[in-house]
T-cell receptor, first 112, second 114 residues
């Protein structure tokens, strides 16, 4: 069963705007990860945030984590057409599970 | 490094036929995974392996078998293909626990069962 649920399911913005995607999950986690999938390709790891972290940055990406609300957000600033892709959150549950559980994804379209 | 590779990239099977999907990684990763991706369903874990000679069931294991005879290879078998197994299959691998399970994905195999 899916642990993470992304919101919105689809998002369309203009180049240069910021894009925000949200992820909610159900059980306590060890860490939460975001992945990008370009059309017809495999997933690529973007960023990982541990359960004891609240915010993390990587280039134009900013991830926040609120464990009290069991939610995370991914912000892409100054978006580019090349950011068009599907974005997935994945959670690793507490207890040392070697598995990740993926959400259904947000499809982002950045219009030039 | 080639990373994670998958063979074949595309395949069409008839109901009842069998096939094996091969995943290979050259990063010396301990952990390997097979997922399927269907429209609107995200990724669902089929089987996984935490080391050479080990395998374990994931969320949707029925109709599939796996083997990990060598550390670098993880095979996914369909003994008697069904139309419900039409999907895109992804293999992934990851480091041992101290790397927090960031996963590296292959390019996928698109399978159609008619």
């Amino acid at each position: 069963s899916q642990q993470g649920e992304e919101d919105p399911q689809a998002l369309s913005i203009q180049e240069g705007e910021n894009a925000t995607m949200n992820c909610s999950y159900k059980t306590s986690i060890n860490n939460l990860q975001w992945y990008r999938q370009n059309s017809g390709r495999g997933l690529v790891h973007l960023i990982l945030i541990r359960s004891n972290e609240r915010e993390k940055h990587s280039g134009r990406l900013r991830v926040t984590l609120d464990t009290s609300k069991k939610s995370s957000s991914l912000l892409i600033t100054a978006s580019r057409a090349a950011d068009t892709a599907s974005y997935f959150c994945a959670t690793r549950t507490q207890g040392g599970s070697e598995k990740l559980v993926f959400g259904k994804g947000t499809k982002l379209t950045v219009n030039p | 490094n080639a990373g994670v590779t998958q063979t074949p990239k595309f395949r069409v099977l008839k109901t009842g036929q069998s096939m094996t999907l091969l995943c290979a990684q050259d990063m010396n990763h301990e952990y390997m995974y097979w997922y399927r991706q269907d429209p609107g369903m995200g990724l669902r874990l089929i089987h996984y392996s935490v080391g050479e000679g080990t395998t374990a069931k994931g969320e949707v294991p029925d109709g599939y078998n796996v083997s990990r005879l060598k550390k670098q290879n993880f095979l996914l078998g369909l003994e008697s293909a069904a139309p419900s197994q039409t999907s895109v299959y992804f293999c992934a691998s990851s480091y041992s626990p101290d790397r927090l399970y960031e996963q590296y994905f292959g390019p996928g195999t698109r399978l159609t069962v008619t």
